[in-house]
């Protein structure tokens, strides 16, 4: 069938040639495991942005887009979960059947990052061509859904219940899941406890909001952006650190000597070490943000060991999907989990504007709208 799919021509580097451009392209139907979505929106992420920008490898020409929901209008013959009609969210792809997927933990798919970056089927092909037949890319995250359509494995899609707007909930499939996620299945903060997230977008931010929904009585949020942090305050944090100077001092100074947990949500600014040197003895950091594939980081040993300190990565906000974004969803539409109010939504002729905002912080987090 013919849609309209937003194409990466190559990574653009310097930031400043142009983005992408939306063309028509050929989509075939979805094969037996896979459903063919008309796209309704989709999310601009952190990980679009790192592959447009040449930080993250994805082949080009291609297409991103990985935080999209829309209606189911093609079912592949083993498709059971879901039927023509059903509004959806596409989330993380994983195989289903390696010893992690098996063992209950597909956010750490043996093939998920082949499945995530690689741009096509774990066998190679794509669904997706340029009307004068080239291949594009068209399985970022399997799904490529800066388009009209895309086709996705049924496993990693969440069904979206009627009194929900799903248009919504695109960012359900990565960078809100991602905050929310690390707190709520991985930290787990207790009653009276203290938490400090380092990066205040999309991820940072949701994980404040999920901090607020736990008992944690001690939630600092810390960033470059006085705009975010004004937001973070609104959302539910109890502190806000201006990001600059000597973070894991003023983190310990506001908590009365260190947190019991820490997520660090930048994107490529690599905080962790600070992250760590700002917990109490036996603290947790979770690592949740991306960055370049050389960044290191440096800990101070004795301060990890002595201190019991324990530092684990977090990919996506563990858990499962769909039973973790329909918690999400059902805590937003109770007004317990607003993430409404990061979100600015754009026409999907404006995506290049879209993915300028997201670059320059001006919107937390921008939705194309693709009707
Ligand atoms: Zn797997
Ligand atoms: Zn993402």
């Not at 600092?220 to 650190?241: C, P, Q, S, W």
């Not at 370049?292 to 530092?311: F, V, Y």
């Not at 805590?331 to 404006?350: S, W």
């Amino acid at each position: 069938m013919r849609i309209q799919a937003a194409v990466l021509e190559r990574p653009d580097g310097a930031l400043t040639s142009h983005r992408v451009r939306i063309e028509t392209a050929e989509l075939d139907g979805p094969r037996d495991e896979e459903v063919l979505v008309r796209v309704t929106s989709c999310g601009v992420c952190g990980t679009d942005r790192g592959c447009l920008h040449g930080q993250e490898p994805y082949p080009t020409p291609g297409v991103l887009g990985h935080e999209g929901a829309g209606i189911v209008e093609a079912v592949g013959r083993n498709v059971t979960l879901v039927k023509p009609g059903d509004r959806v969210v596409m989330g993380f792809p994983f195989c289903g059947v390696c010893r992690n997927c098996r063992a209950g933990q597909p956010r750490y798919c043996e093939h998920g990052k082949e499945l995530m970056f690689g741009g096509y089927r774990l066998d190679g092909s794509t669904p997706l061509r340029r009307g004068d037949g080239e291949p594009l890319a068209g399985r970022f995250f399997q799904q490529s859904s800066w388009a009209t359509h895309a086709v996705a494995l049924e496993r990693q899609l969440a069904k979206v219940p009627d009194h929900i707007d799903h248009d919504l909930m695109g960012p359900l499939g990565c960078s809100i899941t991602t905050g929310a996620g690390a707190v709520l299945n991985e930290l787990r903060p207790t009653p009276g406890s203290s938490i400090a997230v380092f990066g205040a977008g999309s991820v940072g931010l949701s994980a404040v909001m999920a901090a607020r929904l736990t008992g944690a009585t001690t939630i600092i949020a810390i960033d470059k952006d006085e705009r975010r942090l004004a937001l973070a305050l609104e959302l539910g944090a109890t502190h806000v650190i201006h990001g600059t100077g000597d973070l894991d001092a003023q983190v310990k100074e506001l908590s009365g000597g260190g947190v019991d947990r820490a997520v660090e949500a930048t994107n490529g600014a690599n905080l962790v070490a600070e992250a760590c040197k700002s917990l109490a003895m036996l603290g947790v950091c979770a690592m949740v943000g991306g960055a370049k594939p050389t960044a290191e980081i440096s800990l101070n040993h004795p301060d990890m060991l002595l201190n019991g300190k324990r530092l684990i990565g977090v990919m996506g906000g563990g858990g499962q999907t769909p039973a973790f974004h329909l918690s999400l969803m059902e805590l937003q539409a109770q007004g317990r989990f607003p993430l409404e109010k990061l979100v600015r939504f754009y026409d999907f002729a404006d995506i290049n504007q879209a993915i300028e905002d997201s670059d320059s912080g001006a919107v937390v987090k921008p939705i194309l709208r693709m009707r």
